[in-house]
């Protein structure tokens, strides 16, 4: 393989949501440098080594072409003298672009898809969920209240069970995609709103009041269940925070995806409430493994996405 002259040069912009890969060249005669032609992520033309043996194999995927060209970089950066620091500075950049690219893999279909212009669904007005199409039988439901941080309010569960129940019988749906508007995919409870519903539950003794209680819980469950029980496949895109109620929200879809900045948060044990809308029911099941789940629930840690994906919760 002819290789030009010297040049370097870096992803500078996005196009419809995902990164592009530019031109990564040296000399000729070096053999310290990988090249990888222009392309996008998920169309790429092809990822050399410093000999012209080429990293792209028919079947591979982007992932694994990126982790493949990647680690040679990686091992490359290492043998430079450290009197290339520029150099070495250069192959960071563009190893950490490969890196990132082979991680946001998973999320360009549905970014490609999410950059096209929607078309607000007539039968489904909301106040708190946007309901678009944005393919033909793909539809999109977006939690829509950014300014709260997509917070789950009284009119928020109510809205889950109603819109869920039209799209399980809606032909012109094939699949749908839920994800939420903003910085981050949910804050969970509305706990300005919702707090004293369940500190205000009418009965006139302790065991009245415990089963009323239960009786509004399973009310909530029903607004998440209605997604398990959809007949379309429902998958959850994840960017930022997914905390307390967000975590039974989409423990109860049948894909998850989520970004490299997506973090997840069982919160309910900070405010004294039992994870019981759907996490301690279907996580375990999700993720395979009672301890982690236990620990998630009793310290309301932050799982981070790597964590998340290795644990099977995401991909």
């Not at 995927?61 to 091992?75: F, K």
């Not at 928020?156 to 069970?161: L, S």
């Not at 429902?234 to 423990?251: K, M, R, Y």
Request: one cysteine or more; charged letters at 25%.
């Amino acid at each position: 393989m002819h290789v030009p002259g010297p040049c370097l040069s870096f992803p500078t912009g996005e196009t419809r949501g995902t990164r592009l890969w530019t031109c990564f060249v040296w000399p000729a005669d070096s053999d310290e440098l990988g090249v990888v032609t222009r392309g996008m992520p998920g169309d790429v033309d092809a990822v050399y080594g410093p000999d012209g043996g080429s990293f792209y194999r028919p079947g591979r995927t982007c992932v694994e072409i990126s982790r493949r060209a990647s680690a040679w970089i990686r091992w490359q950066g290492w043998a430079l003298e450290r009197k290339d620091e520029p150099v070495v500075n250069m192959l960071g950049r563009a190893l950490r672009d490969l890196e990132l690219s082979a991680q946001i893999q998973p999320l360009l279909s549905f970014r490609a898809m999410s950059s096209a212009p929607e078309q607000p669904h007539a039968s489904h007005s909301y106040e708190t969920l946007k309901v678009s199409r944005v393919r033909e039988k793909v539809f999109h439901v977006e939690l829509n209240r950014p300014d709260k941080r997509n917070a789950m309010n009284t009119v928020f569960w109510r809205e889950m069970v109603a819109c869920f129940n039209k799209i399980a019988q809606d032909s012109e749906c094939h699949a749908v995609v839920v994800s939420g508007a903003g910085k981050l995919f949910t804050a969970g409870i509305d706990l300005m709103e919702m707090g004293s519903v369940f500190v205000m539950v009418e009965g006139d003794d302790t065991a009245r009041k415990a089963w009323n209680l239960r009786k509004k819980i399973r009310e909530y469950q029903e607004s998440f269940t209605v997604l398990e029980r959809c007949p379309k496949p429902v998958i959850a895109a994840v960017h930022g925070g997914c905390i307390g109620g967000g975590v039974d929200l989409i423990s109860a879809c049948d894909i998850r995806y989520c970004t490299q900045d997506a973090w997840f948060q069982v919160k309910e044990v900070d405010i004294g409430l039992a994870a019981d809308v759907g996490t301690l029911q279907r996580l375990p099941r999700i993720i395979g493994n009672q301890s982690l789940v236990n620990e998630l629930a009793f310290t309301a840690r932050k799982m981070m996405a790597p964590e998340a994906e290795s644990s099977g919760l995401v991909r």
